[in-house]
Nanobody, 124 residues
Framework: VQLQASGGGLAQPGGSLILSCEGSGFNLDDYGVGWFRQAPGKEREWVSCIQPDGSARYSDSAQGRLTLARDIDKKRVFLQMNTLKLEDTATYYC???????????????????WGRGTQVTVSS
């Protein structure tokens, strides 16, 4: 299993970005994918995850602003980030794990695989 996050960049407060997580070596309808982020000097925190059945879960900070979607055939998971805030600045990582269909965890120790992150900087 390999994962690669991309799509980060510089955005203004209130702006939008779309992050992408491309996977190989597994099927998205059997695995859950989680997004985590890590700001300088802080612990990596959970942002969102998508269950094998396609349902998504969001952290309180992400709810209403971020949306997860996936393309099973292309093995990609997309994180649409709207109404960006300064505190969204972080390196974003995608993680994957084999979970039951209606479950994805909000703590990274449950995910067996992850890849290099992509940097998101929100600044005016």
């Amino acid at each position: 299993v390999q994962l690669q996050a991309s799509g980060g960049g510089l955005a203004q407060p209130g702006g939008s970005l779309i992050l992408s997580c491309e996977g190989s070596g597994f099927n998205l309808d059997d695995y859950g994918v989680g997004w985590f982020r890590q700001a300088p000097g802080k612990e990596r925190e959970w942002v969102s995850c998508i269950q094998p059945d396609g349902s998504a879960r969001y952290s309180d900070s992400a709810q209403g602003r971020l949306t997860l979607a996936r393309d099973i055939d292309k093995k990609r998971v997309f994180l649409q980030m709207n109404t960006l805030k300064l505190e969204d600045t972080a390196t974003y990582y995608c993680h994957a794990g084999h979970f039951q269909r209606n479950y994805c965890p909000n703590y990274r120790s449950r995910y067996a695989w992850w890849g290099r992150g992509t940097q998101v900087t929100v600044s005016s």
